[in-house]
């Protein structure tokens, strides 16, 4: 079970779309519609942003968008604000009531 | 309003055994619909599923990282509504901060597979 690849880092502009990606393999990321991402400010415990790929909680801004195309999942954030600023973490079902994480990106706000 | 808190010590010798417990408040461990987990994050690193339990009619049922299985153990104390994860063998690479959480399951939770509520974490130290 090797952990999901994620960019370092991403950027943009306030008011802009940034799109972070997290590679995986069959046997996680393509293999099953179970994909989250969380969000994680410096201290704090990470929140859940995105579940089965493409679905937002309740509360979560709709500018929290994701996707996934073969082992490929992906995370964009529209109109992008300060308070975006964070790292983020994919998250996936590998099988065997098992979870693998990112690596996490840190999303920097220009 | 379901909350998670961690405690345990914050510092282990290594070799020794870790133990952190998880208190549940709001939501009964035995509801049926979560996973009660661990993860934790080494200082200035990403996280790192450890191991959940699904406790269901009268057994808990266990899952572990593969990397960490044979060091780790993660049971229920329903009378408390508590669980806990002992981690055996401890290096300095053990050090981390350790968050609970509750992911849902597939049936019927409202979020299923998310992990969607976190305990603060807490820090824990592995040094002579």
């Known amino acids: 079970q090797s952990a999901l690849t994620q960019p370092p880092s991403a950027s943009g502009s306030p008011g802009q779309s940034v799109t972070i990606s997290c590679t995986g393999t069959n046997s996680d990321v393509g293999g099953y519609n179970y994909v989250s991402w969380y969000q994680q400010h410096p201290g704090k415990a990470p929140k859940v942003m995105i579940y089965?790929?493409?679905k937002r909680p309740s509360g979560v801004p709709d500018r929290f968008s994701g996707s996934k195309s073969g082992n490929t999942a992906s995370l964009t954030v529209s109109g992008l604000q300060a308070e975006d600023e964070a790292d983020y973490y994919c998250?996936?079902?590998?099988?065997?009531?098992?979870?693998?994480f990112g690596g996490g990106t840190k999303l920097t706000v220009l | 309003q379901v909350q998670l808190q961690e405690s345990g010590p914050g510092l282990v010798k290594p070799s020794e055994t870790l133990s952190l417990t998880c208190s549940v408040s709001?939501?009964?461990?035995?509801?049926?619909?979560?996973?009660w987990g661990w993860i934790r994050q080494p200082p200035g690193k990403g996280l790192e599923w450890i191991g959940s339990i699904y406790y269901s009619g009268y057994s808990g049922y266990t899952y572990y990282n593969p990397s960490l299985k044979s060091r780790v153990t993660i049971s229920v104390d329903t009378s408390k509504n508590q669980f806990s994860l002992k981690l055996t063998s401890v290096t300095a690479a053990d050090t981390a901060v350790y968050f609970c959480a509750r992911r849902g399951d597939w049936a019927s939770s409202r979020y299923p597979d998310a992990f969607d509520i976190w305990g603060q974490g807490t820090m824990v130290t592995v040094s002579s």
């Open positions: 998250s996936s079902y590998a099988g065997s009531n098992t979870v693998v």
């Open positions: 089965e790929v493409t």
């Open positions: 709001g939501d009964s461990i035995s509801s049926n619909n979560y996973y």
